[in-house]
């Protein structure tokens, strides 16, 4: 069965938007599930009760989880993740403001995992395989030597551990 790049790319997007559905879901469940709200320290500073019935209003706490959930993902399709309760500004505002200092974070631990591993590799690849340098049958080592090799394959670690 022969898969074209769209229809990889389609599923993957699905797989995507599977992934985010079952997170946010299980955020909102797990948060629900956590005594108090954000609206508990206004309750301790005796807060007048028509007050905390308006902030749950506008922070949509006094409606149903499935609802909570529906809201919060129709806004993420619009890009709209809502307002910060700690500045106070929308949220898409403040991820925009730090996408580019996170890029460039990407982007260094890339080089570094570039400079760092090429070398690294070659060093390892260059020395010779004897048995005294194969890790023990059953450590982690020789577990994923023995799992990344075909069964045709064979190393000198697989030569000198047959021949014990």
């Known amino acids: 069965m022969t898969h074209t790049l769209p229809v990889f790319v389609l599923r993957r997007l699905a797989g995507a938007l599977a992934f985010v559905v079952v997170v946010s879901s299980t955020?909102?469940?797990l948060?629900?599930?956590?005594?108090?709200d954000?609206?508990?320290?206004?309750?301790?500073?005796?807060a007048d009760s028509s007050v905390i019935a308006s902030e749950r209003a506008r922070l949509g706490l006094d409606r149903s989880p499935v609802a909570q959930l529906g809201?919060?993902?129709?806004?993420?399709?619009?890009?709209?993740?809502?307002?910060?309760?700690?500045?106070?500004?929308?949220?898409?505002?403040?991820?925009?403001?730090?996408?580019?200092?996170?890029?460039?974070?990407?982007g260094l631990a890339l080089v570094i995992a570039t400079v760092v591993?090429?070398?690294?590799?070659?060093?390892?690849?260059?020395?010779?395989?004897g048995p005294e340098n194969c890790a023990r049958p059953g450590s982690p080592p020789s577990t994923v030597s023995?799992?990344?090799?075909?069964?045709?394959?064979?190393?000198?670690?697989?030569t000198a551990s047959a021949s014990r």
């Open 27 to 29: 955020a909102l469940l």
């Open 31 to 36: 948060i629900r599930l956590a005594p108090g």
């Open 38 to 46: 954000a609206t508990t320290d206004m309750k301790l500073n005796v």
């Open 71 to 106: 809201s919060w993902l129709a806004g993420l399709a619009r890009f709209d993740l809502g307002t910060s309760s700690r500045f106070g500004r929308p949220v898409s505002g403040l991820v925009a403001e730090r996408v580019g200092n996170t890029a460039i974070l990407a």
């Open 117 to 129: 591993g090429i070398p690294l590799g070659v060093v390892s690849g260059s020395r010779a395989s």
């Open 146 to 158: 023995i799992s990344a090799t075909t069964p045709k394959m064979t190393t000198p670690c697989a």
